[in-house]
């Protein structure tokens, strides 16, 4: 979908034309308010970040969706990617009007009523080969880093 979100900054972004189009990411999903899975994923995902090195931000793209709009305003978003060393080049925070965002969550495949139970399921793609691969939260940071690799490298050739 190409439904607008806004980003950390305020920034006005259609979905699939200026975050995904083209690109490798890794997508995950949190709320602003979560005192458990939400930042320790976010963590793990500095840590993924810090092994791409220079990747991120050129050829591999964080983004990271609100799964409460609601509250989650754009400066929430960006309290919690900077309390978690994630506020940096590369790597977006995307709320927006609730309809919008619960629409692109729920194409994703991840929206839930409950919030405690969201997944902390990541999405990782090349949106260019449309390569789309799900990778559970107890792959270890170097085997998600390894999988960005891989799919960085995907051609589109069978």
Known sequence: TNMELIDQDGERLRFYDDVLKDKVVVISFIFTN???ACPLMTRNLTTIRDMLGGEVGKSIHFVTLSLDPVRDTPAAMKEFAQTHRADEEGWL???GNPDNVNLVVSRLGQYTDNLEAHTTLLLAANVR?????KIPPNVPPQGVAQKLQLLL???GAP
């Open 129 to 133: 080969t449309a390569h789309w691969t």
């Open 34 to 36: 979560c005192e458990g």
């Open 153 to 155: 490298k995907d051609d």
């Open 93 to 95: 925070f995307l709320t």
